[in-house]
């Protein structure tokens, strides 16, 4: 049997305590697989001596991370510190540098640092795997950096956060408060040390920004994502939506437009009876719209623990098949130098369906005042509904429109005039709908 692959782990929170454990129950089944054991040499972590429940038997403990990256007594580095830039940066680089593979769960890491941390990978023969830094246990990356070889991607689109398809979800169902549902997701464990990382879009750009380099095999451009989180969603719009047969996700959105390449983040309105919209909780989905393939779509658990450690244990199990000579395929998909500079399009020019609710004074001519500022932007009209106030001597109603496909500068304008004419009685909400089957 081949020398066992020793292992490094940095960083032992949920989802490294649950790979020490998943290591170790399934050690016999790994090492049926791999053709060799797979042995957690070495960790580090903050505190030492926090109780993880788990056993971390003969490992050697270390303070520094940096000194278990350069440590001769592994052979892969698991990050799973988490943040963009150093520790967990240094610690990646000194790994790839002295010739280890390295598996991470990093997506606000590579979102920044992935296609350098590629070139120095590339450069010195060595993986850098990272399924579980897009939505958790679904095995999204393989699919499209191996399985889709040749396929030319139109759209890739998402729910890749966990928490806000779990608040979103209970919102729904249970009429829930935002607040009440964002508690019980992170007593869970599923929301980033800072929940503001998930609920205001950081946490599904990161991941977009990864599919969006795989998908188009362009560098990867986080920067360039137009972002809304989901903390402005209420009840309101939950219920309208349901009335008008859609359901609010939070999705992350690539697709190739005359333009350039749209990549965007933003609560989305899909048909409820769309298969996107029948992902509930903590579950993630990604479909991929390709040439040769049409239309792909993978659902699984998106985040905890388990989701994330099957992901990371999957990710050491192909380094331990793979032999020196036989390693598998580029970072992202194809040679890191190779990556096209990306071309982004403009958020203006976005063309699609909207959702308008607005909260207006009640009184002559409101109606015909909104209705005017949409035809005066060219924006064409699939319904427009007027509910009363709900609120007894409130002098307001609720005007509620959908539009057809029209541009994101039409809505612009027309909501600015809208509110210009002082019609409003609340800052007005706008919704994109996005098309899926
Ligand atoms: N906070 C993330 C989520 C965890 O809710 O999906 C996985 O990246």
């Not at 697989?33 to 001596?49: E, H, L, P, W």
């Not at 920067?223 to 996700?249: H, T």
């Not at 005017?372 to 699939?382: G, P, Q």
Request: glycine fraction near 10%.
């Amino acid at each position: 049997m081949a020398e066992a692959l020793r292992i490094g782990i940095a960083g032992l929170g949920t989802v490294g305590a649950s790979v020490v454990r998943v290591l170790s129950d399934k050690a016999a089944e790994l090492t049926r697989q791999c053709g060799r054991d797979i042995v957690v040499t070495a960790v580090s972590a903050r505190n030492k001596s926090r109780d993880r429940g788990i056993d971390l038997g003969a490992a050697t403990w270390f303070d520094e991370p940096l000194e278990l990256a350069k440590s001769p007594d592994i052979d892969v580095f698991v990050e799973l510190m988490g943040g963009e830039d150093d520790p967990a940066l240094a610690c990646v680089k000194a790994a790839l540098e002295a010739g280890k593979h390295v598996v991470t769960a990093n997506k606000a890491l590579l979102s920044k640092h992935g296609v350098a941390l590629a070139e120095i990978a590339e450069s010195k023969g060595v993986l850098l795997n990272y399924e579980a830094a897009v939505a958790g246990g679904i095995p999204i990356i393989k699919t499209m950096r191996e399985a889709m070889a040749g396929n030319t991607v139109s759209r890739v689109l998402g729910i890749l956060n966990g928490t806000c398809n779990y608040i979103l979800t209970r919102m729904e169902a249970e009429g829930l408060s935002f607040e009440a549902c964002l508690k019980d997701a992170q007593r869970l464990g599923y929301a980033e040390a800072d929940p503001t990382f998930d609920i205001e879009g950081h946490d599904t750009a990161h991941k977009l920004s990864i599919l969006t380099s795989l998908a188009f095999g362009c560098k990867i451009a986080a920067d360039s994502i137009y972002m809304e989180g989901i903390s402005n969603i209420s009840q309101a719009d939950i219920r309208a939506a349901a009335e008008l047969g859609y359901r609010i996700k939070l999705l992350g959105v690539a697709q190739q437009t005359e333009s350039g390449i749209e990549q965007r983040v933003h609560p989305t309105m899909v048909p409820t009876s769309s298969v996107i919209a029948q992902v509930h909780g903590v579950t993630n989905a990604v479909a991929v719209e390709t040439d040769i393939l049409g239309e792909l779509l993978l659902s699984g658990p998106g985040a905890g623990g388990n989701a994330t450690a099957s992901a990371v244990v999957g990710d050491i199990a192909d380094i331990a098949k793979s032999r020196p000579g036989f390693q598998h395929g580029p970072v992202f998909g194809r040679p890191a130098r190779e990556l096209k500079p990306y071309k982004k399009a403009q958020m203006r020019s976005h063309a699609g369906g909207y959702f308008i609710r607005l909260t207006v004074h009640d009184r002559v001519g409101v109606f015909a005042g909104v209705a005017k500022r949409m035809a005066d932007n060219d924006i064409s009209l699939e319904s427009i509904v007027q509910h009363g106030s709900s609120a007894e001597g409130d002098n307001s109603k609720t005007v509620i429109l959908v539009t057809h496909e029209t541009t994101e500068a039409a809505v612009r304008k027309a909501v600015e005039g809208i509110t210009k004419d002082g019609h409003l009685v609340d800052k007005p909400q706008v919704i994109r709908i996005e098309r899926a089957d």
